[in-house]
């Protein structure tokens, strides 16, 4: 959420990861972070449990598409940086709609 506010954020004195090290830094680790969150509801996914994860490991791959993307593209100029970034956090809402909406799906 920090990403496309950089120029600002530096301006104001803030000292967070993004304005120390940049948009594309953010990014990677932006698309990192959605990869490792992919792969840990695989892992709940693939594990026996009362809930069946499989559901929500599909539900993952819709915010995974624009981590990867960030991870690879990693763009610098503050308009692209915010439609990216408003990508991600899109998809992460659908992400938890979805999830939310099998959870109680399942517990009717």
Sequence with gaps: MEIPDLEGDIAGGK????????RAAGFAVAG???IL???SIAALANG???IDFRPVFLF???????ALYSLVMRPRA???ATRLAQANVGC???FILLTDAYLVFIRL
């Design 60 to 66: 993952s791959l819709v915010p995974l598409l624009p």
């Design 15 to 22: 000292n967070y990861f993004v304005a120390r090290h940049g």
């Design 78 to 80: 503050r308009e692209a």
């Design 37 to 39: 969150a992919t792969a």
């Design 48 to 50: 026996r449990y009362a």
């Design 32 to 34: 990192l972070i959605g």
């Design 92 to 94: 992460y809402l659908l």
